[in-house]
């Protein structure tokens, strides 16, 4: 059974930075998609960000520029580091690893 532990959510305010990472115990990490994605109250879970094993990335429209997701295939963990931040980010943020494995979500919120 795959886990996915997450870690660095908090409080932030705007114009702030966190870093959130998603350590997995996977000996096919480096071969699964790892994708981040958020939920905010009310609201459906998106899509924030991916990265293939090889590294090649995609960002949604509302977060490029701002957010960066990259990965350590060595260590078996993925980052989001997420720079400038709005109110609209406030969400729990998901990791997810291949198609089938979810982490327990962080919250993060964006506020003065």
């Known amino acids: 059974q795959v886990q996915l532990v997450e870690s660095g959510g908090g409080l932030v305010q705007p114009g702030g930075s966190l870093r959130l990472s998603c350590a997995a115990s996977?000996?096919?990490?480096?071969?699964?998609?790892m994708a981040w994605y958020r939920q905010a109250p009310g609201k459906q879970r998106e899509l924030v960000a991916d990265i293939t094993g090889g590294g090649r990335t995609f960002y949604a429209d509302s977060v490029k520029g701002r957010f960066t997701i990259s990965r350590d295939n060595i260590k078996n963990t993925g980052y989001l580091q997420m720079n400038n931040m709005e109110p609209a980010d406030t969400a729990v943020y998901y990791c997810?690893?291949?198609?089938?494995?979810w982490g327990q979500g962080t919250q993060v919120t964006v506020s003065s």
């Open positions: 996977d000996i096919n990490f480096s071969r699964r998609v």
């Open positions: 997810k690893l291949g198609n089938e494995f």
